[in-house]
């Protein structure tokens, strides 16, 4: 529906984090050939962010598929001496399309801020990776009634100059909502998205109408196609589900046919 994003191309990434079996090029193959026939109906872009060392044999095995690759992280630098990180240009190089950045864990477990957030996304650009931008607010900041405020200040604090549709895709991840089994109701996702997407436009001027907003939180094969026809939801971030090929393509069956 126009002007409520149901025109966009959507989008589904599984992020696997840093779940052990999901470090073995052998599970890689698996979830790759069981996606390689069905992807063939299924109306949505689709990502895997696979541990750092599965980027590049990832790619290598889903080049001429419709499987792309993402990666979890990446420095704001092109270079230097940075030990343990990794910068946009070499995620690029080992095969990757996107890099998912501001994930609430890494904004937990790594201090992460806005400013950082913001730096990284441009670095993403410059890289020519689309940069997927997480928000969201804790339990303490919904109970306090904040939702909005906090989203919007986080969104507008983590977009880079330049943003696009093609460079870019926000996922609003509530933190409460993330492998807890708990989603907001479809009402308040609405809502969320709805101010998401007044921001993006505020923002990003025309190019906010068309920027995928995706919705992360336990999404799952049983609340996948309720969710995903939410107005203003353009696809999800799957963390859990994603671990189990069948679980992720029952979720991406909700753009079967569309
Ligand atoms: O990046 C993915 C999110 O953190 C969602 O994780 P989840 O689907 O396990 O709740």
Same mark, same amino acid.
């Given at each position: 529906m126009a002007g409520q994003g149901h025109s966009i191309r959507p989008l589904? *990434? =599984?992020?696997?984090? !840093?779940? /052990? &079996?999901?470090g073995s090029l052998a599970e890689a193959v698996g979830v790759r050939d069981a996606l390689a026939g069905p992807l063939a109906?299924?109306? *949505?872009?689709? !990502?895997? *962010?696979?541990? +750092?060392?599965?980027i590049a044999p990832l790619a290598e095995i889903s080049a001429g598929s419709r499987l792309a690759v993402a990666a979890q992280d990446c420095h704001a630098k092109a270079s230097g001496a940075h030990t343990g990180d990794v910068a946009a240009e070499m995620l690029k190089d080992a095969g990757a399309a996107a890099v998912i950045l501001g994930h609430s864990e890494r904004r937990a477990d790594h201090g992460e801020t806005n400013a950082e957030v913001k730096a990284k996304a441009a670095a993403a650009h410059r890289a020519g990776l689309i940069a997927i931008v997480c928000i969201g607010e804790t339990q303490g900041e919904r109970a306090a009634g904040a939702t909005l405020k906090v989203v919007s200040r986080q969104l507008k604090n983590s977009l880079p100059e330049g943003a696009t549709a093609a460079n870019t895709v926000v996922a609003y991840e509530p933190v409460w909502a993330i492998g807890t089994g708990l989603t907001p109701t479809p009402a308040d996702v609405e809502q969320v998205h709805a101010a998401i997407r007044r921001d993006?436009?505020?923002?990003?001027?025309?190019?906010? #109408? $068309?920027? %995928?907003? &995706?919705? /992360?939180?336990?999404?799952? @094969?049983? $609340?996948?196609?309720?969710? !995903? +026809?939410? @107005? $203003?939801? $353009? =696809? +999800?971030?799957? /963390? =859990? #589900?994603?671990?189990? #090929?069948?679980?992720?393509?029952?979720?991406? %069956? #909700?753009?079967? /046919? %569309?």
């Open positions: 589904v *990434a =599984g992020n696997w984090k !840093m779940n /052990g &079996l999901k109906s299924i109306s *949505a872009d689709v !990502m895997i *962010a696979p541990p +750092a060392t599965l993006l436009s505020e923002v990003t001027g025309a190019e906010g #109408a $068309n920027i %995928r907003i &995706l919705y /992360g939180g336990s999404v799952k @094969p049983d $609340n996948a196609t309720e969710l !995903m +026809a939410i @107005p $203003n939801v $353009n =696809g +999800a971030l799957v /963390g =859990g #589900a994603s671990l189990k #090929a069948s679980d992720f393509l029952a979720i991406l %069956r #909700a753009y079967e /046919g %569309r």
